[in-house]
């Protein structure tokens, strides 16, 4: 199988995050959104939504959207719980992720750490900063709730919720957010990185600070 | 089961889609944004997220998201597709009106038909046009490759998909964007319009043309 990404994607990193976990082997084509090939005909005709990730089954089937393909690889396995309800809270707090949480925290990142095209003091940032402290203010709550060994939406096993949740809120620092006011966010994000076969979001590399900017790693 | 609602909201009409479909008997519970319902202690205290769709499953257990929801009653149906590729198209095509579709579309009738505070000559209501243009066009494309008898991710049968992505498409109008241009969409919303057990958004109202605002409705 065949993951298209682009080097930076938070919604990538959801896909190989898991990817790595369950020791998959997923060849990566790393696409620059600068050069347009996002924009080239044959992706666009592979993947007509124009975006990454998307997920090449070499069969001519090409599956985009992050919570799509984390489903698609999870449902056998215990990334994906057996109850009904638990399923249900899962996919809840993905949505919650695409909605409200990911929305200012991916801006955040991108005009204060990827662009550095906008003062940190304009009333639009200090908009996305309550509402991205809104979102982080939640999830803490539930991780806080669910204890040191519970997930975020599953108690005996980390479910792709938690995946979905890990790249933006790991990012936080990078938008300006500093995440020693969320305890429990913190070490839920520990536990992720300690657990066998996680994927950093730049291999080879010293995992990045949570207060520095990526931007000083090469693209 | 309880489903707490606002009057217009096209989330919750996804969810009462289904359960017309289904026969399912939820009992509605009708909040007001303006009366401050959903800042209400008691509706925080089920309902964090201070959101509507909320399925309230009366033992303790509260669901917010409507993709969520949509899952939850869906699942043992024919309503959720059995095979797994199936199964992630269902999903990837929600994650699209989440973070695609429904955004511009939701904005344009906010601004346009329900609100009335815009111009819509306005730069930022022709960017939002722009957005649903394109979303529309993606959604007429796979329309189109289905054929007069097919649904948006699956064949013999429609999908949650189908149900998540009819609200705001029905909607495009409100917000000036004619339909008449998308014919396999216009069918396919004739098609579900017309199977057995649908609701309209106001019960017991003539169904709202496609072209008329809603705001000559009382809430």
Redesign the interface.
Same mark, same amino acid.
């Given at each position: 199988m065949i993951l298209y990404d682009t080097p930076r994607s938070g919604n990538v990193w959801k896909v190989r995050l898991l990817a790595g976990f369950l020791g998959l082997p997923l060849r990566r084509r790393t696409l620059s959104i600068d050069r347009g090939d996002l924009r080239d005909p044959a992706f666009l005709q592979k993947v007509?939504?124009a975006q990454v990730p998307a997920l090449d089954?070499e069969d001519g089937?090409v599956?985009?959207?992050?919570?799509?393909?984390l489903? =698609?690889l999870a449902?056998d396995t215990a990334w994906w719980p057996a109850h009904?309800?638990a399923?249900?809270?899962?996919?809840?707090w993905?949505? =919650?992720e695409?909605?409200?949480h990911m929305p200012p925290l991916a801006q955040l990142r991108l005009r204060l750490a990827l662009h550095r095209d906008t003062d940190p003091g304009e009333p639009r940032i200090l908009s996305l900063a309550a509402q991205a402290r809104h979102a982080l203010t939640?999830l803490e709550?539930q991780l806080a709730a669910a204890g040191s060994t519970g997930w975020l939406a599953t108690a005996d096993h980390p479910s792709i919720a938690d995946l979905a949740l890990y790249p933006y809120t790991r990012f936080a620092p990078m938008g300006g957010i500093a995440l020693g006011a969320y305890p429990a966010t913190t070490a839920w994000l520990d536990r992720i990185r300690q657990r066998l076969g996680y994927q950093p979001l730049f291999p080879g590399r010293p995992e990045m600070d949570l207060a520095t900017s990526e931007t000083a790693c090469p693209a």
């Open positions: 007509p939504f089954l089937r599956l985009p959207e992050s919570a799509a393909i489903h =698609f449902r009904p309800f399923q249900a809270q899962v996919l809840s993905m949505s =919650f695409q909605e409200r939640l709550g």
